[in-house]
T-cell receptor
Framework: DAKTTQPPSMDCAEGRAANLPCNHS???????VYWYRQIHSQGPQYIIH???NNETNEMASLIITEDRKSSTLILPHATLRDTAVYYC???????????????FGKGTKLSVKP | GAGVSQSPSNKVTEKGKDVELRCDPI?????LYWYRQSLGQGLEFLIY????????KSGLPSDRFSAERTGGSVSTLTIQRTQQEDSAVYLC?????????????FGPGTRLTVT
């Protein structure tokens, strides 16, 4: 079973920030938070990941609470092309070791509207 | 550079036939994964290859499913005696191990329809 809880759907106005929450209250100390998204009829795409510090890249920002029990993915200026299902995943990262599969939950279907 | 490629993109087969799905991972990626996604469902892990280690087959739903990876590169997922419930999009992913992000790069998938 997935270790994360996400709302099933969200709407966002084009050009506004999209804030997608994720609860992972049972996260372990060596588990990272990963976000992927899946645009309709495409394979999933990596967005960002983090351990405890906030992270930012060209696609998004990831805000992780101090107790690490929840996080928020922020798309600062959502466009229509950001309409997708967003998956929050927790996984162990063992540098140099075997990684294993991703466990996908049902994700959040984000609809960006004009 | 080239991403993960899969072939065929679509496959329609009759119930009871065998099918082979192919995945070409990104060059140099040592880890390769197969997932499937049934209509309206999430992604379900099937099998994982890492270098020369024995594959993790824990996600294969039945013994009709098998996969191999030749030469540490191309992988083939075989489904024998296909059933209608096998209809799904089969996704392949690869990742560079070791690597900081262990990001998995997904292919476009093969849509399998069993009639």
């Amino acid at each position: 079973d997935a270790k994360t809880t996400q709302p099933p759907s969200m709407d966002c106005a084009e050009g506004r920030a999209a804030n997608l929450p994720c609860n992972h209250s049972t996260i372990s100390g060596n588990e990272y938070v990963y976000w992927y998204r899946q645009i309709h009829s495409q394979g999933p795409q990596y967005i960002i990941h983090g351990l405890k510090n906030n992270e930012t890249n060209e696609m998004a920002s990831l805000i992780i609470t101090e107790d690490r029990k929840s996080s928020t993915l922020i798309l600062p200026h959502a466009t229509l092309r950001d309409t997708a299902v967003y998956y929050c995943i927790v996984r162990v990262v063992d540098y140099g070791g075997s990684q294993g599969n991703l466990i996908f939950g049902k994700g959040t279907k984000l609809s960006v509207k004009p | 550079g080239a991403g993960v490629s899969q072939s065929p993109s679509n496959k329609v087969t009759e119930k009871g036939k065998d099918v082979e799905l192919r995945c070409d991972p990104i060059s140099g990626h040592t880890a390769l994964y197969w997932y499937r996604q049934s209509l309206g469902q999430g992604l379900e892990f099937l099998i994982y290859f890492q270098g020369n280690s024995a594959p993790d087959k824990s996600g294969l739903p039945s013994d009709r499913f098998s996969a191999e990876r030749t030469g540490g590169s191309v992988s083939t997922l075989t489904i024998q005696r296909t059933q209608q419930e096998d209809s799904a999009v089969y996704l392949c992913a690869s990742s560079l191990v070791p690597g900081f992000t262990y990001e998995q790069y997904f292919g476009p998938g093969t849509r399998l329809t069993v009639t």
